[in-house]
């Protein structure tokens, strides 16, 4: 049976994985939802797009080295 201290491992990797994508889905659905509001197709599609990557991206890396700098005998981070 594996450990609480492994468990939540694989849980903050699992969430990890699904940061990207839900970035760029909500800035798709914001950018496609102003454009049909505001008549500016696709602009806004291709702003919040952009603007989705690089939050997905930024959480993402910071996810990443906040994995990294725990400590594995406390899982705190450092």
Same mark, same amino acid.
């Given at each position: 049976? $594996? +450990?609480?201290?492994d468990t939540?491992?694989?849980?903050?990797l699992? +969430? !990890?994985?699904?940061m990207? $994508?839900?970035?760029?889905?909500?800035?798709l =659905? /914001?950018g496609?939802?102003l #454009?049909?509001l505001?008549?500016?197709?696709?602009? !806004? =599609?291709?702003?919040? =797009? !952009? =603007?989705?990557?690089?939050?997905g /991206?930024? +959480?993402? /890396?910071?996810?990443?080295?906040? /994995? *990294? *700098?725990? #400590?594995d005998?406390?899982?705190? $981070?450092k």
């Open positions: 049976m $594996p +450990s609480k201290k939540k491992k694989v849980l903050e699992s +969430s !990890l994985a699904l990207l $994508p839900s970035s760029i889905a909500v800035g =659905l /914001f496609s939802m #454009d049909k505001l008549g500016t197709h696709p602009w !806004l =599609l291709i702003t919040f =797009l !952009l =603007l989705g990557i690089s939050s /991206f930024i +959480s993402l /890396f910071r996810g990443i080295s906040r /994995f *990294n *700098n725990t #400590d005998t406390e899982g705190e $981070p």
